[in-house]
């Protein structure tokens, strides 16, 4: 099992960037590592994957080039690097663990942070 803790989000301006963590407790490095956003309204989508050492990771067309995942084993967090953003990009933030790489469903992963709330204005 793993336990995760998000922290990081807030209200910012277009164009400006935060940087996401999620703190685990537990068997970290068994686990892949994926945020998730959802806004008001909307399903939960897939935003970004990293695998079980970091040396790949995925991401939703969405975020590709402005978004970056990334992990440390060592202190057992995984971080989500969010740069030019925009007010699309406002939601709710969840972190979430899976033992399986190649699926970027929320239905696929087992553990799910209480999410951190992310509000980007024009």
């Known amino acids: 099992q793993v336990q995760l803790v998000e922290s990081g989000g807030g209200s910012v301006q277009a164009g400006d960037s935060l940087r996401l963590t999620c703190a685990a407790g537990g068997a970290f490095s068994s686990y892949v590592m994926a945020w998730f956003r959802q806004a008001p309204g909307k399903e939960r989508e897939f935003a970004a994957a990293?695998?079980?050492?970091?040396?790949?990771?995925y991401y939703a067309d969405s975020v590709k080039g402005r978004f970056t995942i990334s992990r440390d084993n060592i202190k057992n967090t995984a971080y989500l690097q969010m740069n030019s953003l925009k007010p699309e990009d406002t939601a709710v933030y969840y972190c979430a663990a899976t033992t399986s790489w190649g699926s970027w469903q929320p239905k696929r992963y087992d553990y799910w942070g209480q999410g951190t709330q992310v509000t980007v204005s024009s």
């Open positions: 990293i695998n079980w050492r970091g040396g790949s990771s």
